[in-house]
């Protein structure tokens, strides 16, 4: 029931024309000289070390792509088309740098408000169920529950399928979340892999993402792959679980919900376990009134849902008990349920 955003990738005529490619940071870390990944003794802690050894990884990373994109220039035959795109390379790199400094601030803040204990969460058999019955009420899964939501000129549409995924020892199950512009066109396909622990907290074990583009002159004008970012799964290549929701959540808490440094890094603070409309709390800003007075009855769970690994980017998600995510606010944009399959109130919509 996450409402993802798409990323936009950039196309070979902008990597030609000096702009940064996109890679995986956590790479980078693998190059790096030990002595740049020892811990500094004078640091608060692991947070907060993590998080300077990802800001080196980040400047590492910039300088690489510049080179490349340099390099990329250096093939083309006019020498005005060479200066352009050199300049280009030039502007993309400097963006980098200062991308790479917003990033570190916002880690840096995390660290301060969630505390610098090491991120590696216990993930074993033992602490999950393997029955999906709604066991979590803000986040609700049984199969062939499926949501439909609207807003900022796309459609959303995820269904839980009848399919598991075991992932270190635990059966995951397998939600689809298909992204779609006004048009129809397929911008988002994704399989999320959830669980349910023993004390119903919603657990998220990875992702399957695949982004997709159409391109002019196509005959016939079909969907590309073209960025499978963000994907990650529990155990591999250092990524980790988290959790996507609690099963009583309480006021103030910050956590991650996904750990996958630079690719995956999703994170939450419970701003509210019992909003409802008008209720003083100041969570009204550009909710629908009428939406709102349906789902919640002084119960829902209102989040702020942010990612680590970007600038920016953060958005306020309303939970109902029994339905799960019923709004999104990202700024002025709104992203909300049109129907659902799984509560009697859907059919008010």
């Known amino acids: 029931m996450v409402v993802r955003r798409p990323v936009r990738t950039h196309s070979s005529t902008q990597i030609a024309a000096g702009a940064l490619p996109v890679r995986r940071l956590a790479a980078v870390l693998l190059i790096l000289p030990m002595a740049l990944l020892t811990p500094n003794p004078g640091a608060a802690g692991p947070c907060q070390e993590s998080a300077r050894q990802a800001r080196k990884a980040c400047k590492f990373d910039v300088k690489d792509n510049f080179w490349e994109s340099v390099a990329i220039c250096t093939h083309l035959s006019s020498d005005g088309a060479r200066v352009a795109c050199e300049a280009n390379a030039q502007d993309a790199r400097d963006e980098g740098t200062e991308e790479c400094r917003g990033i570190f601030s916002g880690r840096m803040d995390f660290c301060s408000a969630s505390g610098e204990v090491r991120y590696d969460p216990s993930f074993s058999a033992g602490m999950f ?13 049984a199969v062939g529950n499926r949501w439909v939501l609207e807003g900022d000129g796309e459609t959303v549409v995820v269904e839980v399928l009848n399919e598991t995924k075991r992932i270190a020892g635990v059966d995951c199950i397998v939600v ?32 399957n993402a695949k982004d997709y583009e159409y391109f002019p002159g196509d005959q016939p004008s079909v969907a590309e792959l073209v ?41 939450a603070e419970v701003l509210s376990s019992n909003y409802s409309y008008g209720d003083g709390s100041g969570l009204d800003r550009r909710v629908p009134q ?60």
């Open 129 to 141: 169920t393997d029955v999906f019955n709604n066991n979590n009420p803000y986040w609700p899964l």
């Open 176 to 207: 689809n979340d298909v992204v779609s512009d006004e048009d129809g066109q397929l911008i988002e396909d994704t399989d999320d892999w959830y669980a349910y622990a023993t004390n119903n907290d919603a657990w998220y074990c990875g992702e």
């Open 227 to 267: 960025k499978i970012d963000g994907s990650f799964k529990h155990g591999v290549e250092g990524a980790k679980a988290g959790v996507q929701m609690w099963a009583s959540p309480t006021p103030g808490q910050i956590y991650r919900q996904e750990f996958s440094l630079a690719n995956a890094e999703d994170g």
């Open 290 to 349: 009428a939406l709102a007075e349906l789902f919640c009855n002084n119960d829902c769970v209102v989040t702020r849902e942010f990612n680590l690994s970007e600038v920016g980017g953060e958005a306020l998600k309303y939970y109902s008990p029994g339905v799960g995510v019923f709004l999104e606010v990202d700024g002025r944009k709104v992203v909300q349920l049109v129907d659902c399959s799984h509560d009697v109130r859907c059919e008010q919509l």
